[in-house]
């Protein structure tokens, strides 16, 4: 934009510097056919009067060509300045913009080294990889692919009882927050979250349908039938029950009524947010009694069963 504004400044100004050019161009040719300006002096205007009337004439003439040439002659020298200006802006508009195109330039190859050194990396890990599994499978005496798919199965071991240990720590948290939970009303016990409290009918038949739908993968945006976020899951959840809720979790709160920790009872929704804000919640998840709740909890996962604590302590409770 300043490269353009700049460009448009040296053609105005260089517009108007050939008017004022051929201004004094039409002036010098006036003075040259007035017998080199004899007739613009003074002593011109006394040889050549008749009459004092005509020598009063005579001098006003005079008075406005020397005007017209004095105006002439100025406005030439203020396009050249103009010009002079407009073009040097041009040329520092020009640098400008050059400067930029070249940081442009220097910071995609940047990117595009370390995008391909990351490559590099993945291609020497996963070669590194193949190797050892293939050193491994000779010492064994077995085949590559079998000793792939042990490492495999070791892998998907490993994650499912770190997953089994993250939950057991949850539901021992859930139980002491149950512990801890006061009573309302002194002397009288009120029941504990997902207690005995008989499951609501639209209840029932959110979390069968969210039941449904374990082990299909996490879709931003999706609303099913192959893939849910988590809003998508809620949402698609309590249609089943007859309750219409936006696929947006901090509006799926609004459009809910507020509960208390205490008050949850099974297909109930616990929602997050990193702000004691309402309006910021990023997640939510249906609960299902007994510290537990069912989620689609992030790419790369799949709709489950967790602890109501594993993503942390929720920070809002609602029901549809």
Known sequence: ????????????TGAAAEEARVGLGRLAAESYRRDGGTRLSALGVLLDSGTPADAVLRAEAVRRALHERDETVRRSADAARRAATARQAAAEASRVARDAADAVAAAYRAAADKVGEQERQVQDFAARQTRLVAELAAARGTSVELERQRQEGLAAEAQRRAEEEARRRAEDRAAQARRDEPRRDQGQSRPRPGGSAPVRAGAAAAIAY????????YVWGGEGPDGFDCSGLVMQAWRRAGVELTHFAATQY????????????PGDLLFWTETPRAQDIHHVAMYLGDGLMIQAPNPGAVVKVSGMFSMGTPDFYARP
């Open 210 to 217: 969210a039941k449904a739908q374990l082990g299909k993968p």
């Open 1 to 12: 934009m300043a490269l353009e504004a700049a460009q448009a400044g040296v053609v105005a």
């Open 254 to 265: 609004a459009e809910s009524r507020p509960l208390r920790y205490a008050d949850l009872r």
